[in-house]
Each structure stands twice: as structure tokens, then as C-alpha cells.
């Protein structure tokens, strides 16, 4: 791209984030977001920063992707804090699990996935009485988690 002489958005740096990420290139990917700024005197939008804590998480370096979250200049949205909690689900930190749960929770209070998502936290950690009250507050308020489908 750039000996093409195009100079990168910020739409074309998400999409590279994101294959790094998903690729496991941690060290490319930070070398990114930092060149985004630094190079290109981008602003990371909240997406951007989504990017980067989802390759964090998934690296399992879990406390640096939630530092950059509770850092960002910009307000997180549920897709950053939603990163973060699949981090969580494949690197199993209970208590970063259940605080970043309780966070969508409060972003999202209507989204029925997020309370299933904190009770599988609780069951991870065998605390079954939580999983109960937060089983009967579901019912309670009349959330019904939607089937996932997929196409592929």
C-alpha cells in the first residue's frame, strides 16, 4: 500500500489490526496501532482500540488488554468490552471475567447473551448460588437469549 504511495485510514487500519489479531501477531499488530498514531497522526477510534485489546486477549496478555481499556482517551464501547470477555473465555481469569461481564451488563442491561456470559463465568468459578440468582434475575426481568445461526 504504502509503495503504491496510498497513505492508510483508519478503516484500513482496523482491517489490519484485525488480521493481526487473528493471526496471532502480536508484536505487528502494536507496531501497527503505534504507527497509526505516530506515522500517520491518526486518532484510534473506539474500534481501533476493540482491535487492539482483542489481540491483546487473545495473546492471553488479558491485565495489558484491560489496562489499554480502562485507559482508552475515548469512551469503550460494548464490541471493546466484548473482546476483552472472549479473551477471558479462552484464557479463564474469573475475576477479570466476572468485572468485565458486570460491565457489559451495565452497558447492555436488555442484552440477555451478557447475563448468560456472566453465568458461565460464576459456573466456571463453581459458584452456583450466583449462577442461580443470576439465572432467577434473567427470568425475572424477562430476557430471552436469541439462538446464534450461522451461515457457513
Not at 489481540?55 to 484491560?66: E, H, I, M, P, V
Request: charged share 20%; glycine share 8%; aromatic share 8%.
Amino acid at each position: 500500500m504504502l509503495k503504491e504511495g496510498l497513505v492508510p485510514d483508519t478503516t484500513a487500519f482496523t482491517v489490519i489490526l484485525t488480521a493481526c489479531s487473528h493471526a496471532g501477531l502480536i508484536k505487528e499488530g502494536c507496531h501497527y496501532f503505534d504507527s497509526m498514531v505516530n506515522e500517520f497522526s491518526l486518532e484510534p477510534s473506539p474500534d481501533q482500540y476493540a482491535c487492539l485489546i482483542d489481540l491483546l486477549g487473545r495473546s492471553g496478555k488479558l491485565k495489558d488488554a484491560y489496562n489499554i481499556l480502562k485507559s482508552m482517551p475515548v469512551k469503550p464501547h460494548a464490541g471493546a468490552w466484548g473482546a476483552l470477555l472472549s479473551a477471558w473465555k479462552l484464557h479463564c481469569d474469573l475475576e477479570l471475567g466476572e468485572e468485565v461481564a458486570c460491565r457489559l451488563i451495565e452497558l447492555e442491561p436488555l442484552n440477555a447473551g451478557n447475563y448468560v456470559l456472566l453465568s458461565d463465568i460464576y459456573a466456571a468459578g463453581n459458584k452456583w448460588l450466583d449462577v442461580s440468582l443470576l439465572r432467577l434475575k434473567i427470568r425475572e426481568k424477562g430476557l430471552k437469549k436469541i439462538p446464534g445461526c450461522s451461515w457457513i
